[in-house]
């Protein structure tokens, strides 16, 4: 695909600059008590549906075909992750097999390694770029027939994709309308709007590119890859187990990203109890003798 227009990257820059003021705004509230529960719990669903679409849905589901399920529940799936606000679906999924076939060279949409010099200048550049940088540059120019053709030919996919727009739309109509049918209130619709919609997006959206950026740069490594990959602990609750990034990317269609029982993966724990509900088959683990093999 072509280079992006001066309309996507404005859209883009919105998109990560009005959550981020609206975090602001809401810190000043909270310091306030311009708060309250129903605001936070609402914004916790908000942010478990959202995310989890992106980390199960998104990632492990359409991206590496982890795991099967039912068309009903792909698209569910999509529909929830593109309320994450992180891109049209087919778009999502064609970025980050791309960042799978080229990671950490050339061709790699937000690699943190951008620059060969290693100096202080180039290393935090790479790192603004792998973590918000690509999104007005790279973000959605990988070619969806070459990256993701089972999506681009799925009609239930390509409608989700086009109705974006609309997904965005409700991703901030949704915690208004609760909050309102909570307190009654139009004060109960902005802040249900303030904390479930835009500072739900800010720690999606952070959470998610810190993946990218942080993933790739600091943390551990045990596994024999060609890339800089690195597990992160810190970032594995809030992440849904993706910050055991380096095991990913040695073992990409492992449907279980914290291979050792004291690596939390709650995006695992997800799909194995979808699995026991009949909800989830064929799903892909790999066994301690070929993580072994893989072992530096």
């Known amino acids: ?39 936070l719990i609402i914004a916790a669903v908000m942010y478990m549906l959202t995310a989890v679409s992106i980390t199960v849905g998104f990632h492990r589901l359409l991206t590496h075909r982890s795991f099967q399920t039912s068309k009903p529940i792909e698209y569910t799936f999509a529909i929830l992750g593109s309320m994450a606000v992180q891109g049209p679906v087919i778009s999502w999924v064609a970025d980050h097999r791309k960042h ?5 060279e050339e061709g790699d949409p937000h690699s943190p390694h951008v620059s060969p010099d290693g100096g202080v200048q180039s290393v935090f550049a790479g790192l603004w770029h792998a973590h918000s940088g690509w999104l007005m540059s790279s973000q959605g120019r990988a070619d969806w027939k070459k990256y993701a053709p089972d999506l681009y030919e799925d ?37 249900g709007l303030l904390w479930g919609g835009l500072v739900r997006i800010f720690f999606v959206h952070h ?36 910050s055991w990034h380096h095991n990913h990317h040695a073992f990409p269609r492992s449907a279980v990203h ?39």
């Open 155 to 191: 009609k239930g996919m390509r409608y989700i994709n086009r109705h974006f727009g609309a997904l965005v739309y409700f991703s901030l109509a949704i915690p208004a309308l609760l909050g309102f049918l909570v307190t009654g209130t139009l004060v109960g619709a902005l802040t």
């Open 100 to 104: 799978h076939a080229h990671t950490d």
């Open 1 to 39: 695909m072509g280079e992006m227009t001066t309309t996507e990257k404005a859209v883009n820059l919105g998109a990560v600059v009005i959550p981020f003021i609206a975090t602001l705004a809401a810190i000043v509230f909270l310091w306030n008590s311009w708060v309250t529960g129903a605001d």
């Open 258 to 296: 914290g291979l050792k029982r004291w690596e939390p993966d709650p995006s695992a724990l997800i799909i194995s109890t979808m699995e026991k509900l009949g909800l989830a088959r064929n799903v892909i683990r790999i066994s301690p003798e070929r993580q072994a093999e893989r072992t530096r």
């Open 207 to 242: 959470i998610t590119w810190s993946v990218n950026s942080v993933c790739h740069f600091l943390g551990t490594r045990r596994f024999d890859t060609d890339d800089h990959s690195t597990n992160v602990f810190w970032l594995a609750l809030p992440s849904l187990g993706e």
